[in-house]
């Protein structure tokens, strides 16, 4: 099987888990923090962790789409500068993962149930620092005049299409 290439990110990132940690090993090659699900709110020395890399390199949040991961989410928010965060949201996938016997309380799938290219995608869209040369991913300012010409703003049904780009997108 020949080697898929991985995205390096400027960002370490930071997922709920040793299972969305392996999961995104496949994906991308830049460093892993995994919170340890809710420990991380009385683990004074991985809040310093994060807060170190995040000085230094700026972090990256992925956690599930349930309700553990906004609160992991809002906790960071608390803790971090916000200006050294980003967040990469995940489609809202109903299912179950592989390794479980049934699906999490909420029906949803996690970080670690998604498949690789829907992981690219979910971090090529929120901004991350894709970092070497043979990056093709590039970036410009979003302006008033775009979401007007999308039909987002301005028009009639414009409230229908941003709702429809959020659902299309996995966005809450």
């Known amino acids: 099987m ?3 290439e991985k995205l390096s990110l400027k960002e370490a990132v930071i997922v ?3 299972y969305d940690k392996i999961q995104l090993q496949n994906v991308i090659s830049s460093p892993i923090i995994t919170l340890n699900g809710f420990r991380v709110f009385k683990d004074k020395e991985a ?4 807060r170190s890399v ?5 972090i990256l949040v992925m956690t599930d789409v349930d309700s553990a991961g906004f609160v992991l989410r809002n906790f960071l928010n608390g803790i971090v500068d916000k200006s050294r965060i980003k967040h990469c949201y995940i489609p809202t996938i109903m299912g179950k993962e592989k390794r479980k016997d049934s699906p999490s309380k909420e ?3 996690g970080v670690e149930g998604i498949d690789r290219q829907t992981l690219v995608n979910a971090i090529l869209k929120s901004g991350a ?3 070497g040369q043979d990056s093709k991913v590039t970036s410009r300012e ?3 005049l775009d979401f007007f010409e999308l039909g987002l703003c301005g028009r009639d049904n414009s409230a229908v299409r941003r709702q429809q780009v ?4 996995g966005l809450p």
Do not use: N
């Open 142 to 144: 979003i302006t008033k």
């Open 107 to 109: 029906g949803k799938l």
């Open 54 to 58: 995040a000085e230094v390199r700026g």
């Open 47 to 50: 809040q310093h962790l994060i």
């Open 2 to 4: 020949a080697d898929v």
């Open 129 to 131: 620092t894709i970092v």
């Open 166 to 169: 959020l659902t299309h997108l």
């Open 16 to 18: 709920e888990g040793k």
